[in-house]
Nanobody
């Protein structure tokens, strides 16, 4: 069973950048496909990006394509989400998640393990 811990959130001005990290322990990181989700107040949790466990290929939500980059480093047991050109509408709690299946899925219920979340606030 893997434990996930996110870090790197904070307050940033619109147009700025943040890099989130998700450190995994207690399991074999390379056997998990990783996902990033976010949840704004009063809204449902939504898919942001995913990184496949085999070849590191990525999938993105349309709202973040071209601005966010997801990656993973199996040597460090860590997944990353580089967020550039941030907008006020990106404000949310960001979560990383893991699933044993090979494929990236955009539904939160398809992920078995979750981190505690990290707050990202983008001011206008």
């Amino acid at each position: 069973q893997v434990q996930l811990v996110e870090a790197g959130g904070g307050l940033v001005q619109a147009g700025g950048s943040l890099r989130l990290s998700c450190s995994a322990s207690g399991g074999t990181f390379s056997t998990y496909t990783m996902g990033w989700f976010r949840q704004a107040p009063g809204k449902e949790r939504e898919f942001v990006a995913g990184v496949k466990k085999t070849d590191g290929s990525t999938t993105y939500a349309e709202s973040v394509k071209g601005r966010f980059t997801a990656s993973r480093d199996s040597a460090k047991n860590t997944a990353y989400l580089q967020m550039n050109s941030l907008r006020p509408e990106d404000t949310a709690v960001y979560y990383c998640a893991a699933r044993a299946n090979i494929y990236v899925r955009t539904s939160a219920r398809d992920y078995e393990y979750w981190g505690q979340g990290t707050q990202v606030t983008v001011s206008s």
